[in-house]
């Protein structure tokens, strides 16, 4: 069977493990715990040198990247998943890779960096976010936001259309992140509010509550960090990133 290495405190792994759930695609989870430092160690490096999750294992095939790894399980499972996932048609399946390809630099990259410096900045560094870096952040993050609500979402309901594909499964677990550290990007925006109930509907009330189910309770990380001997290593790296 194949194996998923997975932390579900990360967005890439949700989005993984959501879609394989969804579309009933059989497999082991592998749990690897970010927070214990589990990424370093000697058994995982030999699965990935890339010491990142997720990692699929199908057979004797390792597979990196999360964006890699679900059109990886949509091509191959292409029988039993359904078309709008991941559309044949070239103009269709374009603007998933559209979303896909923009969501990196943005709604990623500014999620994840509030969610860094809301919930993780005060443990690792020991002092309070400077609050002109964490207003930036932010606005960022609602730039993102307003760029796709304006220009990817629109009128429709979902992403490409009227159903559910690949984008917008990647697109709600970014978003989930920052809504963890409990700030409410959804407040004062009804369409995406009313997308988020249907991606949530589409794939499941319970499956998706089950995947965040981790990461909404994201206030116990900090205790695991504390405890954890690569503190002090996390240091330079929060240094770096947040300069």
């Known amino acids: 069977m194949m194996e998923l290495y997975l932390d579900l405190h990360s967005q890439p792994c949700r989005s993984v493990f959501l879609f ?4 009933g695609i059989p497999f082991e989870f592998k749990l690897l715990e970010l927070v214990e430092g589990q990424q370093y160690s000697e058994e995982f490096g030999k699965v990935s040198l890339m010491r990142k999750v997720p990692v699929m294992k199908d057979g004797s095939f390792i597979l990196t990247e999360s964006i890699a790894i679900l059109k990886y399980l949509v091509q191959k499972h292409s029988s039993s998943v359904a078309d709008h996932w991941y559309p044949a048609d070239l103009q269709r399946r374009a603007r998933v890779n559209e979303y896909l390809s923009w969501q990196h630099m943005n709604l990623r990259s500014h999620g994840s960096k509030v969610f860094l410096l809301r919930a993780m900045f005060p443990v690792i560094m020991g002092y309070e976010v400077p609050k002109e870096k964490m207003d930036a952040a932010v606005e960022d993050l609602n730039q993102s936001l307003k ?3 304006d220009y990817f979402l629109q009128n429709k309901p979902f992403i490409i259309g009227d159903k559910i594909s690949l984008a917008d499964l990647v697109a709600v677990v970014e978003i989930m992140q ?3 550290t409990g700030l409410d990007v959804f407040l004062g925006r009804p369409k995406l509010i009313s997308w988020r109930e249907r991606v949530k509907k ?3 009330e319970k499956l998706f509550d089950e995947s965040h189910e981790v990461i909404m309770k994201v206030s116990s990380v900090p205790e695991k960090v504390q405890s954890n001997s690569q503190l002090e290593m996390l240091k330079p790296k929060f240094q770096k990133l947040f300069r």
């Open 147 to 149: 760029m796709l609500e």
């Open 178 to 180: 920052p809504v963890a």
């Open 20 to 23: 394989a759930k969804a579309v």
């Open 202 to 204: 589409a794939l499941g």
